[in-house]
């Protein structure tokens, strides 16, 4: 999303994890997507390359030098601890100690429920404006929104399920949802 909001042209090369081309694994050893490569640049964290784009170009100021702090603190809480949950809520058959009741009870008190009090004072998670952290977090809210379609109503965070919902039906958003061909290192470039 922010690289098709920065309008920065790329090709994007979808890859099979089962089956990562060695054209990646050269540029790249650790193996994890995306990794994004500009002439003899190779960014391999999704939030570094949300940055290098906007950076670059930022239209709405999405992120700027007084907001990157706050926006970092709410992204590194989101790819720690609440990731850690969400893989927990995703596969519970590998975490048979947790029941689901801590994970959710853990997901709500530690994230979710900060970000639909964030959204009570204003529409998105920095104020009224709709920011990097908006972009950044809510695909992780929506993976998590997803195991149980009922749990959202169920939650009472009206705030953080109307927020979800405009971000799932953005334009941009469904303007980046897209199935790619898989790239293999034999595919013509
Ligand atoms: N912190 C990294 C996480 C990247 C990551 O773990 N990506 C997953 C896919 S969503 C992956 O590539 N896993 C490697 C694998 O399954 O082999 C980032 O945001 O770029």
């Given at each position: 999303m922010a690289l098709a909001y920065s309008g920065i042209p790329v090709e994007i090369r979808e890859i099979s994890l089962r089956e990562k081309p060695a054209s990646l694994l050269a540029i790249?050893?650790?193996?994890?997507?995306p990794v994004l490569q500009s002439d003899d640049l190779v960014i391999e964290q999704s939030y570094d390359i949300m940055k290098w784009a906007l950076k670059q170009f930022d239209p709405d100021q999405w992120l700027s030098a007084e907001t990157e702090n706050v926006t970092d603190e709410w992204i590194e809480k989101n790819d720690g601890p609440f990731k850690k949950l969400l893989d927990q809520y995703k596969y519970p058959d590998r975490y048979p100690d947790i029941s689901l009741e801590e994970t959710l009870s853990q997901a709500t008190s530690l994230f979710l429920g900060p970000i639909n009090e964030e959204l009570k004072k204003g529409a998105y998670l920095l104020g009224p404006k709709i920011s990097l952290a908006d972009i950044a977090i809510f695909p992780f809210v929506r993976q998590f929104a997803m195991v149980n379609p009922d749990w959202i109503d169920q939650s009472g965070l009206k705030f953080l399920k109307q927020w979800l919902n405009e971000h799932t039906e953005s334009p941009l958003f469904l303007s980046v949802m897209h199935k790619y061909p898989t790239w293999h290192d034999s595919t013509p470039e």
């Amino acid at each position: 999303m922010a690289l098709a909001y920065s309008g920065i042209p790329v090709e994007i090369r979808e890859i099979s994890l089962r089956e990562k081309p060695a054209s990646l694994l050269a540029i790249s050893p650790k193996g994890t997507v995306p990794v994004l490569q500009s002439d003899d640049l190779v960014i391999e964290q999704s939030y570094d390359i949300m940055k290098w784009a906007l950076k670059q170009f930022d239209p709405d100021q999405w992120l700027s030098a007084e907001t990157e702090n706050v926006t970092d603190e709410w992204i590194e809480k989101n790819d720690g601890p609440f990731k850690k949950l969400l893989d927990q809520y995703k596969y519970p058959d590998r975490y048979p100690d947790i029941s689901l009741e801590e994970t959710l009870s853990q997901a709500t008190s530690l994230f979710l429920g900060p970000i639909n009090e964030e959204l009570k004072k204003g529409a998105y998670l920095l104020g009224p404006k709709i920011s990097l952290a908006d972009i950044a977090i809510f695909p992780f809210v929506r993976q998590f929104a997803m195991v149980n379609p009922d749990w959202i109503d169920q939650s009472g965070l009206k705030f953080l399920k109307q927020w979800l919902n405009e971000h799932t039906e953005s334009p941009l958003f469904l303007s980046v949802m897209h199935k790619y061909p898989t790239w293999h290192d034999s595919t013509p470039e």
